[in-house]
Every structure is written in structure tokens, then in C-alpha cells.
């Protein structure tokens, strides 16, 4: 086991782990020790293809978000390749008072040095996000349950 973090015995995987469960404001200036300078990244909302980009994205989910963190519940790696799943916790007065939980996962690749070239998160924004949302969320709601049947 890695002694870094002992639920993956891949230093990589391990590493990326702990950064992202103790991120904080004060490590976007660190952002590259853990990501190459031409790393990809991208999710529902957002496509950057370097380290600035990725700190301006994860600046803004501090700055928009009230106590933002991640949860990494489960890491399968292979090769250079990783896939995490993890619940992200944050709250937002307008989606209703108390923490707010999105559930998703990530598409990772690391660079030859272990850096992470490719991070590409998956969640439904739709049923995680919208539909929590006051006006918007019923729409979404009433549009689901006419697909389903």
C-alpha cells in the first residue's frame, strides 16, 4: 500500500488524491506540480488547455461556492490512465440552505514526468445540478418523467 494514501497503491493516483480531497485557495498557485503545462481539462461547463486556464476554473468554483470539496470515493488505474468517482460537496444559497452533493467522476491521463496531461470530468449537470435549481428544476423534473414515459 502507499503510505501517501492507502486506498491506491499508484504514488500517482495516490498523489492526485490528496490533492484534490485538501484543495484549497492557496494551492491554485501550485496547480502545476500536479498538472503539465499543456494539460487539457475539461468539464459540463468549461475547456482549458493549459495551467492558467485551470487555475482561472478552479478559482471561480471558490470564488461562486461556499466550502467547496471533493470526496474521492473509489480510484481504477491502469497504465497511465485513471478513473476517479467522487462526490463534490459545496453550498450555493440558491439551490436551498445546507451542502448540495454532485456526484461524478474523472478521466485522467498522466505525462511521462506523472503529471496529469488529461482531466476530463463526467456528471449529469442536468439531474445534479438543474434539477435542484427552483424554477428551472420542476421544468427539468416534469421533461424527465415525459421521456421516461
Given amino acids: 500500500m502507499n503510505p501517501l494514501n492507502p486506498r491506491h497503491p499508484d504514488t500517482r493516483v495516490a498523489r492526485v488524491i490528496t490533492f484534490f480531497e485538501r484543495l484549497a485557495p492557496a494551492d491554485l498557485n501550485r496547480l502545476s506540480e500536479v498538472y503539465a503545462d499543456d494539460a487539457r481539462f475539461k ?8 495551467v492558467p486556464g485551470i487555475r482561472r476554473v478552479f478559482a471561480h468554483m471558490f470564488d461562486s461556492l461556499g466550502v467547496p470539496r471533493f470526496v474521492v ?27 448540495t452533493t454532485i456526484h461524478g467522476g474523472s478521466h485522467l491521463r498522466f ?5 496529469l ?3 476530463r470530468d463526467y456528471w449529469d449537470a442536468a439531474e445534479e445540478l438543474y434539477e435542484k435549481l427552483p424554477v ?3 421544468l427539468m423534473r416534469w421533461l424527465k418523467r415525459r421521456a421516461a414515459g
Fill in 111 to 115: 505525462g511521462t514526468d506523472g503529471r
Fill in 136 to 138: 428551472i428544476g420542476a
Fill in 73 to 99: 470515493l473509489d480510484a481504477v488505474a491502469e497504465g497511465d490512465q485513471c478513473f476517479l468517482t467522487w462526490d463534490f460537496l459545496f453550498e450555493a444559497p440558491r439551490l436551498g440552505p445546507g451542502t
Fill in 117 to 119: 496531461v488529461l482531466h
Fill in 43 to 50: 468539464d459540463p461547463f468549461n475547456e482549458v488547455h493549459d
